[in-house]
């Protein structure tokens, strides 16, 4: 295999194309705030952005004006409140952004179908509610054995995903440990993929615990080392949760001008995510602390 | 354990006693962030030790050691028996009927145990857009039970809410069991004043508890809908002061959650 | 949650009815022989054996006369040949047991369709096979966003599964390294579940690791702690696969005396899994060489 | 490497070495085993050193340090870089159509290369009830290109299969592309005296090479259809002294599959 390490812009650069249908997964955890910079930096236009929960990152991405479109579950800052930019962009009529809307389960079985190259998947689901009236998308399905009518979503098959991993090799084996998410079905569901790592590791570190990789180096198209890359969601085992930045962040996005100080200061302001860390030292209080697991034996 | 009753609490406190007192020994429950997570860890700490707490982010068997700000904190994890990907939590867990108790809450609740998470208005013209069903939808219909966790207040107990995000008992003209969903649905809305329970025919919420010191005209006041009143009431023990004692000093300290 | 350590007698005795539909799952890895030789022991019959290769495990369970039917995708002895006791039943008109066939993926949909407790499983499989034209459960579903046709298989919903796992507390809560078969969506589909492990660990183990936890207490009825029980199996970091058991087993099972002294000895002639290791000390030369993974951190 | 041809070898050597030439260096190639697992080591030692093997128990990117007796053998693990569950395998992998090459072999393989591992003589009362399709099934449909490595025998390469478990270039009266079929099907058929192909317009196997000192007469005897040749006919590289020497004292010391 060859060496696929790149830096961020250089990723960016070559594999998100404007128009794209973009996905950074991860559920709270490894969500890939430093692919998200650099794509604003970049200047990236009309894309699709993907994700269960467009959190602080699609806001930010929404506010720079990159995308045309939101497919989602949970628009909202997780334990405190409301995603500002998202509410400005669809509380006006007509909307200044399409949205598409499913609930979690709907996304996931999404992004399951992409990554098993079928063209929907069957749910037991939204039965007596108002989502599939606004989501032409939910459509129903037929059981050839029972004839009970189900809910059937259609598979996402995305352009590029951007894969956070606590660590990965130089051919994209990549490991993940704590929380999924979707983070595996949305990369096999993906044309492109990026992996961006907390930590670069030798190849036999991968093979010394095969059980802990999530997805293989061969369908990765870049990787990235990016140290602190998921700040302010966070990688277990290497730094917390930066929960003071979610509260913040409800002022922050509150008007549209003082989202713009934060992008103009911590996006445009730096290069790339080394400068993004250096102009605030203070993060490094989220260093995780250490609580090792231990191995378990291989051999036979 | 200490019986002697708490002799002050707020009405959070005691929606989350009320809460954690539904919670059986050794559930599986499905935990939200905010005061169903508290409920959970009070009931940990009191009568139900072996309550399985799962997350929809996938960590299962929490038992976390600070107060988690979302669901999807560290904490969850560190110490957990299992980390499920969401693809197992939905289908295994949730869609498979493993899932005894569901918290829900919402913007707005209806007359038959519907929520609304999605918008305040239309959805094309919202007055106030929600963050939308998460996991909400999936719980409502899937969990065996759901527990409906809201403060009363007029603009939040509508006779029809703007969007059913979660069905309730009854739904776009059907009930739960015409339109075949395998769980349970509301069996107890938890406000501030009272406890509500569906009629088992007719599927309506109804009054089958006061708290103490609240009279139903205080309840009717705050509800989009003529209300029913059980006969004979239920009656709602107050928080003991272990109960409030935990809450305040070991549970949520910082009072992020009770106010 | 209560202790729910018995031994395999116990278990076998108040988990497995007779005309249960039964799955003793493990790709090659982690069979529970133990479970099998303790259901030919109680004399358990009429059941449906599920599993996608019969094995050596369910080649025994036939000859004793323990099964009705059997559902299954590669019926042969892996790196060897056939299954003889299956296909003295097979290889006559009218066939001694009924038989319902699949490929591997049809089979590993079952248990997925089971385990989400769906009805059926879309595959893009067995076009041009005569698989289907055996086989009336296999059938079609028309996508209803593409118009295409789809093979549709129906869940699989055993009574009873067996899941032998490295390591499990007392509640059931299992850990599984090396490979994982279809184990979790055969356990997740089932009604019952018995988790046998080749060591019982506190319940601090578990959490020490929590990705490594193939199934949750929860779904457990009962837990039994059976060093070996995998036996010619193996499992990772425990013992390795025997081989030349399996080389032997053709000789074995080639005539229906052979096969029954083998069960008189092995199965009949002794009480359980304990005196089976103790009539063939030779096996411990089976026992796993070291080769130890690194922990990882899950502090935050 | 020496080129220097082998002073002898055996026609399943030389099947061997014919597979491993096949597959290009970095490829994602789902092996069986026996010969196939043999040949992606061979091309693995030589050639194609990031060769990525996928077995249909889960083992990705497998380096065994033994020959593995089984698809499942723990030295398939031990070492590896990812272990897949088998739903992983099947639906992420293969249906997504990210299996590059695949190994296919069987008990009859007929003129458009359809291949029997399930039943000799009918399948309600079968002459040898043979294992069945595993995983073989869903590899001819989905595999971008599939090998076959066979011996030629009359009995083995009838003008039709009594059962197809895995379809070729045309079965049951269609074509891969008339059926949907995604894989490109058996590109090449790799006995122990010719190489076959497919007719590019009729799907039917062709002899497109044949190995030295055969002749088309010694293969058509053993072929239970009427044989077309190509011309010109391809060449073929005779195993060289590393290849053999390596099989015979690295790969596969102690003859479990050359025989």
Avoid at chain 1, 49 to 63: F, K, N
Avoid at chain 1, 204 to 232: K, Q
Avoid at chain 2, 100 to 107: D, K, P, Q, S, Y
Wanted: proline letters at 7%; one cysteine or more.
């Amino acid at each position: 295999m060859k060496n696929k390490v790149v830096n961020m812009s250089e990723a960016v650069a070559s594999l998100v194309q404007n128009g794209d249908t973009l996905v950074i997964e991860g559920f709270t955890h490894l969500i890939c705030f430093a692919a998200a910079h650099e794509i604003i930096r970049q200047g990236k236009k009309d894309l699709t952005l993907a994700r269960l929960t467009p959190d602080l990152i699609y806001d930010q991405m929404l506010a720079a004006g990159t995308a045309k479109k939101l497919i989602f579950s949970w628009a909202g800052n997780p334990g405190v409140g409301s995603l500002h930019a998202f509410r400005r962009l669809v509380e006006c009529k007509p909307r200044k952004i399409e949205i598409e809307e499913y609930s979690h389960f709907g996304m996931v079985a999404r992004f399951s179908a992409g990554a098993a190259n079928l063209p929907f998947w069957p749910l037991r689901n939204y039965m007596g509610t108002d989502i599939p009236g606004h989501n032409p998308l939910i459509k129903t399905v037929t059981c050839p054995f029972t004839g009970e009518t189900l809910a059937a979503v259609p598979g996402l098959r995305p352009d590029i995903t951007v894969v956070h991993a606590q660590r990965a090799d130089r051919f994209g084996n990549a490991q993940v440990w704590g929380l999924l998410g979707v983070q595996k079905e949305a990369a096999f569901a993906s044309k492109r993929v990026i992996v961006v790592a907390e930590e670069l590791v030798d190849e036999s570190v991968i093979r010394n615990d095969p059980n802990r990789t999530l997805i293989p180096g061969s369908i990765v198209s870049a990787v990235v080392i990016e140290p602190w890359g998921a700040h302010p969601s966070y990688a277990q085992g290497y730094y917390d949760r930066d929960n003071d930045f979610y509260v913040k962040w409800d002022q922050v996005a509150r008007t549209e001008e003082s989202l713009k100080e934060y992008l103009d200061r911590y996006v445009f302001g730096v290069k790339n995510r080394h400068e993004y860390m250096q102009i605030q030292p203070e993060l490094l209080r989220l260093k995780a602390k250490a609580q090792i697991s231990e191995g378990v034996n291989y051999g036979y | 354990m200490a019986i002697e009753p708490s002799a002050d609490y707020t009405p959070s406190e005691l929606m989350t006693v009320q809460a954690a007192r539904e919670l059986p020994d050794g559930a599986v429950v499905f935990v939200g962030i905010g005061l169903p997570n508290l409920a959970c860890n009070l009931a940990r700490a009191t009568h139900a030790p072996n309550l399985c707490m799962i997350y929809e982010s996938g960590a299962v068997g929490a038992i976390p050691d600070r107060v988690p700000p979302s669901i999807g904190d560290p904490s969850l994890v560190t110490g957990s028996l299992m980390v499920a990907s969401m693809s197992e939590i939905f289908q295994f867990f949730l869609q498979n009927g493993k899932i005894e108790v569901g918290f829900l809450g919402g913007a707005q609740i209806d007359k038959y145990g519907n929520l609304n998470t999605t918008v305040v208005g239309s959805y094309d013209a919202p007055k106030v857009r929600l963050p939308g069903s998460g996991g909400a939808c999936e719980i409502a219909i899937f969990a065996q039970r759901t527990l409906v966790v809201m403060k009363l207040n007029k603009r939040a107990f509508p006779e029809k809410v703007d969007f059913i995000t979660s069905p309730g008992m009854r739904s776009l003209g059907k009930s739960r069991s015409e339109w075949g969903m395998p769980g349970g649905g509301p069996v107890k809305v938890i406000t501030d004043k009272c406890i509500m329970e569906p009629n088992p025919t007719t599927g309506e919420l109804e009054v089958s508890a006061l708290y103490p010191g609240a009279t139903i005209e205080n309840v009717q006041e705050n509800v989009g809908w003529k209300l029913s009143v059980r006969s004979p009431l239920g009656t709602v023990e107050p928080p003991n002061a272990t109960e409030v004692k935990l809450l305040r000093e070991v549970l949520d300290p910082d009072r992020l959650h009770i106010k």
